[in-house]
């Protein structure tokens, strides 16, 4: 199974300047649930292929985490127009994270 690209804070940061919808999961590499968060996600890039979404681990970006209030791990952070307009803490299943994503497309 691939994996979502992992970027740092300054690249997230290109990346929804130039892009509408980006979504980011923010995670640690010793949470678990993060490993749940990432198969979820990637199945729905899979589905929505030409939507940016990217990992990002907080443990290297906590500037990010500190600027967005993330208070826990796995996050995922849909940023619209250079804005973070819903942060997703309970990533219940596959079409409820689709669903939501859809949402601002």
Known sequence: MNSLKEVNYPDLKELYKINSVVVAL???PTCGTCVLAKKMLFIVSEILKSLPIVQ???NYNSDLAM???IFSVPCILIFKDCNC???IYAIESVP???KKISSYL
């Open 26 to 28: 923010a995670h640690t």
């Open 56 to 58: 990002i681990n907080l």
């Open 67 to 69: 600027k967005e209030e």
């Open 85 to 87: 307009v819903e942060k």
């Open 96 to 98: 409820n994270l689709y």
